[in-house]
C-alpha cells in the first residue's frame, strides 16, 4: 500500500525557535492535511490544503503557523515560533478524491513527534 | 459542531474475551463513520469505514462495527481479542461535504486503549 512519509520521526526545538516539519503524501492524492494529538488527548484537525491553498483551518491554527507546497512532493508544516504547549505528535495525510461527497480514506503518516522545551 | 464520544478510555481484557468498544457522535446529516487503530510506535491505520449500505461492517483482523443511526452510534466489535490487539482505537466521524470539492474534515473521538493480557 502507498505511505505518507514523515520527516524527521522526533524533533527537539527551544521554545520560541521556528521548526518545519515535512511530509511527503501519496504522489497521486490531491488533498492534504496535518492533524495533532497532544499526549494523552484526542487528534485535532489542524489544517486542509487543497490547489495550493488552504481549504480549511481549524481554531488551533493560528498565525504562527503555516504550510506550504513548496515544490510538488513535499507538504510542510511551519511553526513560527514555537510554544510549550505545540508539543505533540504531528500526522500528515493526504486522499486523493476530487469529487464531493468524498469516498476515499486518508492515508495517515508515521508523525512527527515535536518536542519543545 | 460535531463532536465524537468515546465512552471507554482503557479497557483491559485477556485473550480470548470479547470486545466492544462505543463510540456515539452528534451530527443529525450524513456522515462517513471509521475506527482507526494506533499500535505503540506506529501511525494511525484504517481499522473500517461505513459510506452507505449494509449498516454492519467488517474490517481487517477480525474487527466489525454496526452503525445505528437512531441511537447516532458506531460501536466497535470483535468476537475474541488477540495479545497482538493491544492499542488505541479512534473512533471518528466526517461530515460529507457535498459542495465543497472533496476535502475531508474528520473529527475523532478521544481514544480507547486497550490492554490485552495473553
Request: charged share 15%; hydrophobic share 35%.
Amino acid at each position: 500500500e502507498p505511505e505518507v512519509t514523515q520527516t524527521p520521526s522526533h524533533q527537539v526545538t527551544q521554545m520560541g525557535q521556528e521548526v518545519i516539519l515535512r511530509c511527503v503524501p501519496i504522489s497521486n492524492h490531491l488533498y492534504f492535511y496535518w492533524y495533532r494529538q497532544i499526549l494523552g488527548q484526542k487528534v485535532e484537525f489542524l489544517v486542509s490544503f487543497y490547489n495550493n491553498e488552504i481549504s480549511e483551518k481549524s481554531e488551533i491554527f493560528d498565525d504562527q503557523f503555516s504550510v506550504e507546497r513548496p515544490d510538488g512532493s513535499n507538504f510542510t508544516l511551519k511553526i513560527r515560533s514555537t510554544k510549550l504547549e505545540d508539543s505533540a505528535m504531528y500526522f500528515c495525510a493526504s486522499s486523493s478524491t476530487n469529487q464531493g461527497p468524498t469516498n476515499e480514506k486518508l492515508f495517515f503518516g508515521s508523525g512527527t513527534q515535536l518536542s519543545v522545551l | 459542531a460535531q463532536s465524537v464520544s468515546q465512552h471507554n478510555h482503557h479497557v483491559i481484557l485477556s485473550e480470548a474475551a470479547s470486545l466492544e468498544l462505543g463510540c456515539n457522535y452528534s451530527y443529525g446529516g450524513t456522515v462517513n463513520l471509521f475506527w482507526y487503530v494506533q499500535y505503540p510506535g506506529q501511525h494511525l491505520q484504517l481499522l473500517l469505514k461505513y459510506f452507505s449500505g449494509d449498516p454492519l461492517v467488517k474490517g481487517i483482523k477480525g474487527f466489525e462495527a454496526e452503525f445505528i443511526k437512531s441511537k447516532f452510534s458506531f460501536n466497535l466489535r470483535k468476537p475474541s481479542v488477540q495479545w497482538s490487539d493491544t492499542a488505541e482505537y479512534f473512533c471518528a466521524v466526517n461530515l460529507k461535504f457535498m459542495n465543497s470539492g472533496g476535502y475531508q474534515k474528520v473529527t475523532f473521538g478521544t481514544g480507547t486503549k486497550l490492554q490485552v493480557i495473553p
